[in-house]
């Protein structure tokens, strides 16, 4: 028997790569930031694009970037999602961002150097 790898939802077709705010970063804020959207029946397109919670710093930059998504919606009603953004902050060289699943992304970036050091 062979599996059908159709999971029971949309699939994501395409995003821009997300970014990590600079200003987030310069102020060393992190953390996930929860948006919730809407797909209208048989559209790929997301509305409704809204940070449910997250740090203010990164909310717009997750928002923006939700609005991007483009799927293959095969369902004729509508529907609403949640996905989470975690932003984080590394000490060495990040790994690149992370679509596990349209669910939970990583957006990864290098410490920010202190501004003086000995």
């Given at each position: 028997m062979g599996m059908a790898a159709e999971a029971d939802e949309p699939e994501l077709l395409s995003a821009n790569i997300p970014f990590y705010p600079p200003l987030a970063r310069q102020a060393r804020v992190?953390?996930?930031?929860?948006?919730?959207?809407?797909?209208?029946a048989d559209a790929g397109e997301?509305?409704?694009v809204e940070a449910a919670s997250g740090?203010?710093?990164?909310?717009?930059?997750?928002?923006?970037?939700?609005?991007?998504?483009?799927?293959?919606?095969?369902y004729?009603?509508?529907?609403?999602?949640?996905?989470?953004?975690?932003?984080r902050l590394l000490e060495t060289e990040p790994q690149p961002v992370t679509f596990e699943s349209?669910?939970?992304v990583e957006i990864v970036t290098l410490k920010p150097r202190p501004l003086y050091s000995r």
């Open positions: 992190y953390g996930t930031v929860k948006v919730t959207f809407t797909l209208p997301p509305i409704n740090h203010p710093m990164l909310k717009p930059a997750a928002v923006e970037n939700v609005k991007t998504w483009r799927f293959r919606n095969p004729a009603v509508e529907r609403r999602y949640e996905t989470v953004l975690d932003y349209f669910h939970h």
